[in-house]
T-cell receptor, first 110, second 114 residues
Framework: RKEVEQDPGPFNVPEGATVAFNCTYS??????FFWYRQDCRKEPKLLMS???SGNEDGRFTAQLNRASQYISLLIRDSKLSDSATYLC???????????FGRGTSLIVHP | EAGVTQSPTHLIKTRGQQATLRCSPI?????VYWYQQALGLGLQFLLW???????NRGNFPPRFSGRQFPNYSSELNVNALELEDSALYLC?????????????FGEGSWLTVV
């Protein structure tokens, strides 16, 4: 089983839709969780950290489920500009390397 | 505050040559990661430098090497280039003493091997 798994998609949604992505991780010792956004041929950029209590930033909501070992990202009222690949990142901290999922592709169409 | 800077932006080399990529982390960040992202694929961890030392390396052959300088900038060297080394090479920095382990990426260096 891969350390971090994501559905590659693409998720093809109309503007205004709500879309959710999940990311599962295999190591229960994982401590830090993040969502990054990567536009085509660009570097990944931090979208948001994921906290145990869940957190929200505008139209974006991130949740962590430690029991089932997954994190989720919910995007409400999708915009055309949300079209990108969303990368899940899991880290055990310390001397461990942050591990990236392969990413989930989102396409928002008019 | 300046972000992570990488150079060159684009590099074209022929098979068998050597490539050198450079990275300057965010001021105050002591750790530098290098990742390879081949077209259409995910990020593959290459190397991690912290406080001038190589701390970990990914599943890549020894012809991928690098170093970190006293000012925490870093260099990635790829020897005996092969066609499949063509990829986006991303450098990321973070401050290991800062909680959350958030890493920030440079814009990357596109390496094309012909």
């Amino acid at each position: 089983r891969k350390e971090v798994e994501q559905d590659p998609g693409p998720f093809n949604v109309p503007e205004g839709a709500t879309v959710a992505f999940n990311c599962t991780y295999s190591n229960s010792a994982s401590q830090s969780f993040f969502w990054y956004r990567q536009d085509c041929r660009k570097e990944p950029k931090l979208l948001m950290s994921v906290y145990s209590s869940g957190n929200e930033d505008g139209r974006f909501t991130a949740q962590l489920n430690r029991a089932s070992q997954y994190i989720s990202l919910l995007i409400r009222d999708s915009k055309l500009s949300d079209s990108a690949t969303y990368l899940c990142v899991v880290s055990r901290g310390g001397s461990y390397i942050p591990t990236f999922g392969r990413g989930t592709s989102l396409i928002v169409h008019p | 505050e300046a972000g992570v800077t990488q150079s060159p932006t684009h590099l074209i080399k022929t098979r068998g040559q050597q490539a050198t990529l450079r990275c300057s982390p965010i001021s105050g960040h002591t750790s530098v990661y290098w990742y390879q992202q081949a077209l259409g694929l995910g990020l593959q961890f290459l190397l991690w430098y912290d406080e001038g030392e190589e701390r970990n390396r990914g599943n890549f052959p020894p012809r991928f090497s690098g170093r970190q300088f006293p000012n925490y900038s870093s260099e990635l060297n790829v020897n005996a280039l092969e066609l499949e080394d063509s990829a986006l090479y991303l450098c990321a920095s973070y401050n290991r003493g800062y909680s959350g382990n958030t890493i920030y990426f440079g814009e990357g260096s596109w390496l094309t091997v012909v």
